[in-house]
């Protein structure tokens, strides 16, 4: 049988066709959609690491610098806030650590003039827990203390540079003169609980989307 040119390359065009076709599927199959490209490059929530969240990234200069601006942001609330407001204006705003998330912040400066940050949040009935506490010197650039999971009662206070407080895990410094508190947790406008800071110790409360910007 004699087969023409033009068929014998039909033939062969066919065939080629059906070796292709499926690599090209395997090609396309395994090349990551625009949105899957898109949702690889943003991170989830629970994929940023502790030092790039919210909380992480704020370093000590950027607190003394806060503090030392004239001018108060809107988005912060100076030297107290209540439970309610807490709730409200920071609870689960903060693009935060899977591990802190819902949990608020504080930026302080205390009354012995060092800067810091802590993160704290309202356990069920009169317990305010502070997750983690950092302490940083007076110029801001050197960690001087680093507390975790304290827990206060209602009318408790906590000695920021010192760690000394009525947590059951410090020591009371009822009676010592050499005690200064920069933190007390109270009540106010009857059952609602606050976080202060007291004795000359300086808070800000960033609220909403209000963190400070460090990157």
Do not use: C
Not at 73 to 81: F, I, Y
Not at 145 to 151: G, L, P
Request: aromatic share 8%; glycine share 12%; hydrophobic share 35%.
């Amino acid at each position: 049988m004699i087969t023409s040119k033009t068929t014998q390359l039909l033939s062969i065009g066919k065939k080629t066709s059906l070796l292709v076709l499926p690599v090209t599927a395997i090609l396309l199959a395994t090349q990551p959609s625009g949105l899957a490209q898109k949702a690889e490059i943003a991170k989830a929530p629970d994929q940023i690491a502790l030092t790039d969240d919210a909380f992480g990234k704020v370093s000590g200069a950027d607190i003394k610098s806060l503090f030392e601006a004239g001018d108060r942001d809107e988005k912060l609330v100076k030297d107290q806030l209540s439970r309610a407001d807490y709730n409200s204006k920071q609870k689960h705003l903060f693009e935060l650590h899977e591990s802190r998330k819902g949990w608020g912040m504080v930026y302080f400066r205390t009354n012995e003039g060092n800067y810091g940050k802590l993160l704290y949040t309202w356990g069920i009935g009169p317990k305010l827990h502070l997750k983690e506490v950092v302490v940083f010197d007076q110029s801001g650039k050197t960690v001087v203390r680093i507390d975790k999971n304290i827990v206060l009662d209602l009318a408790g206070h906590y000695d920021l540079d010192t760690g000394v407080g009525t947590h059951a895990s410090g020591r009371d410094g009822n009676g010592d003169d050499n005690y200064r508190p920069d933190l007390h947790h109270g009540s106010m406008y009857g059952p609602d609980r606050h976080l202060q800071g007291v004795d000359g110790a300086s808070f800000l409360f960033p609220i909403g989307h209000g963190a400070l910007d460090a990157g």
